[in-house]
T-cell receptor
Framework: GNSVTQMEGPVTLSEEAFLTINCTYT??????LFWYVQYPGEGLQLLLK?????DKGSNKGFEATYRKETTSFHLEKGSVQVSDSAVYFC??????????FGQGTRLTINP | SQTIHQWPATLVQPVGSPLSLECTVE??????LYWYRQAAGRGLQLLFY??????ISSEVPQNLSASRPQDRQFILSSKKLLLSDSGFYLC???????????????FGNGTRLTVT
């Protein structure tokens, strides 16, 4: 079946550090890939998406590239801020209506 | 623009009591609708999804049920809550038009349910 694996958290970085959160997937067919962010006590917000191989999604300084050859969709940001502290979820959608999520990675940025 | 409303934001209920959580979407027609649950410190589990009025698909056998009485209304219910029903419940919608696998889900702000 379809599945998503994210790097284990929590991740703690200093402000202005470079961020990478790894995400790999297993899917039949050609899925769309998504990153969602969840701030404390809130629902999930769509951060970025990519719908085909080699697409790059970007938003708010975050980027992720759909790599079909490595079945990956790693999230990156060049310089993180305290306000980026949140839980990040990688997810895929493959043909059906359902979105399959990874387990989430908690990110804490220290000033 | 489309908006999604979920209520209540917080709920504390005793074991054995009934539950009704409501979700409504505005600004779109015939959306796909979803209920997810997020247990403390864990990922998101899809509970139910619906592609139209009266059409409900259940993903996990459990103590909960869902109904869609109107096009943009989705209700999560239980007749008797269990302690294990505690968690953060999220409603979401997606646009069924076009290529469905490309359409992201858009989430509400969630309901935090504590069963005591």
């Amino acid at each position: 079946g379809n599945s998503v694996t994210q790097m284990e958290g929590p991740v703690t970085l200093s402000e202005e550090a470079f961020l990478t959160i790894n995400c790999t997937y297993t899917a039949t067919g050609y899925p769309s890939l998504f990153w969602y962010v969840q701030y404390p006590g809130e629902g999930l917000q769509l951060l970025l998406k990519a719908t085909k191989a080699d697409d790059k999604g970007s938003n708010k300084g975050f980027e992720a590239t759909y790599r079909k050859e490595t079945t990956s969709f790693h999230l990156e940001k060049g310089s993180v801020q305290v306000s980026d502290s949140a839980v990040y979820f990688c997810a895929l959608k493959a043909g059906a209506q359902k979105l399959v999520f990874g387990q989430g990675t908690r990110l804490t940025i220290n000033p | 623009s489309q908006t999604i409303h979920q209520w209540p934001a917080t709920l504390v209920q005793p074991v054995g009591s009934p539950l009704s959580l409501e979700c409504t979407v505005e600004g779109t027609s015939n959306p796909n609708l979803y209920w997810y649950r997020q247990a403390a410190g864990r990922g998101l589990q899809l509970l139910f999804y619906s592609v139209g009025i009266g059409q409900i698909s259940s993903e996990v056998p459990q103590n909960l049920s869902a109904s869609r009485p109107q096009d943009r209304q989705f209700i999560l219910s239980s007749k008797k809550l269990l302690l294990s029903d505690s968690g953060f419940y999220l409603c979401a919608w997606s646009d069924p038009a076009g290529s469905s696998y490309k359409s992201p889900l858009h989430f509400g702000n969630g309901t935090r349910l504590t069963v005591t």
